[in-house]
C-alpha cells in the first residue's frame, strides 16, 4: 500500500524509466549498457515505491499514552523552552527520519486539533539546533480530554522539500491516524508536559502509530 502523496511522483518515475529502456533498445547498445540500464531502473523505482509505503498499523488507542507519530530513531530527549504556542519550557522528545524510513505522520494522541500552523523556512540538515525553529516545519497542538495538550512538529531537512499536514483546527484527532507526510527525510519533535513519562531512550528505534513514547503521569 502506498500513500496517496507519492502517486504523482511514482507515475513520473514509471513513465521515464519506462521511455528510458524503450529508448536505449532503440539504439541497439552493446547488451552490457541495457542491462545496467535495466537493473538502474529497476533500483530507482524501488527507492521510490519503498518511500512512499504506507503500511498499515493498528494503533493500541489509550488515554495515557504518547505515541511516537512516525518511525526513526530517537535523538533528542531534553527540556526546552517552547516560544510559538507555549512559551514555556516543555519535554520535547525528537525522532529522526532517514530516506529508507516511513514517512507518515500520525495523530500521536487523540483528542481535539488547537493549533495548525505552517511556516516556511531554510533546508539545514535536520539534526541542527536550529532546525526546529529555522527550518521549513508545521506545528500541530491537540488539546487532550484529560485537559492536557500535546504539540507535534514536522521540520523538513535538507533533502525534505514539502511537508504535507492534514490537520485542521477544530477537527477531531483520532490517535494513529494519518495526519501528513514528509517527502525524503526529515524529523519530528514532540513537546509534552514536564511531568510526563518518558517510555523510550535516546536511539531508541520507534515505529509510528505503535511505540509509546511517554505516558501522562
Do not use: C
Not at 502506498?2 to 513513465?15: A, D, P, R, T
Not at 522539500?161 to 519530528?188: H, L
Request: no cysteine; net charge positive.
Amino acid at each position: 500500500m502506498f500513500h496517496k502523496e507519492g502517486s504523482k511522483i511514482i507515475l513520473i518515475s514509471v513513465l521515464i524509466t519506462g521511455a528510458l529502456n524503450l529508448g536505449v533498445s532503440y539504439f541497439n547498445p552493446p547488451h552490457w549498457i541495457t542491462v545496467a540500464v535495466g537493473i538502474l531502473s529497476i533500483v530507482f523505482l524501488i527507492l521510490i515505491l519503498q518511500f512512499f509505503r504506507n503500511p498499515k498499523r493498528s494503533t493500541p488507542l489509550s488515554e495515557t499514552n504518547i505515541i511516537s507519530p512516525v518511525d526513526g530513531k530517537v535523538v533528542v530527549i531534553e527540556k526546552v523552552q517552547e516560544n510559538e504556542y507555549f512559551k514555556e519550557e516543555r519535554l520535547m522528545i525528537s525522532v529522526f527520519m532517514s530516506p529508507i524510513n516511513v514517512h507518515v505522520t500520525r495523530y500521536p494522541i487523540g483528542g481535539s486539533i488547537a493549533y495548525s500552523k505552517y511556516h516556511p523556512g531554510k533546508y539545514l540538515v535536520a539534526w541542527h539546533p536550529k532546525a526546529s525553529e529555522e527550518n521549513e516545519r508545521t506545528t500541530v497542538v491537540i488539546n487532550h480530554k484529560n485537559q492536557l495538550q500535546v504539540m507535534y512538529r514536522q521540520i523538513a531537512g535538507a533533502l525534505a522539500k514539502r511537508i504535507v499536514n492534514y490537520a485542521k483546527e477544530g477537527e477531531q484527532a483520532i490517535q494513529g491516524d494519518d495526519s501528513g507526510f514528509i517527502k525524503f527525510g526529515s524529523r519530528v519533535d514532540v513537546y509534552l508536559p514536564i511531568d510526563t513519562e518518558v517510555k523510550v531512550s535516546l536511539n531508541q528505534k520507534v515505529k509510528g502509530g505503535i511505540t509509546t513514547l511517554a505516558q501522562f503521569s
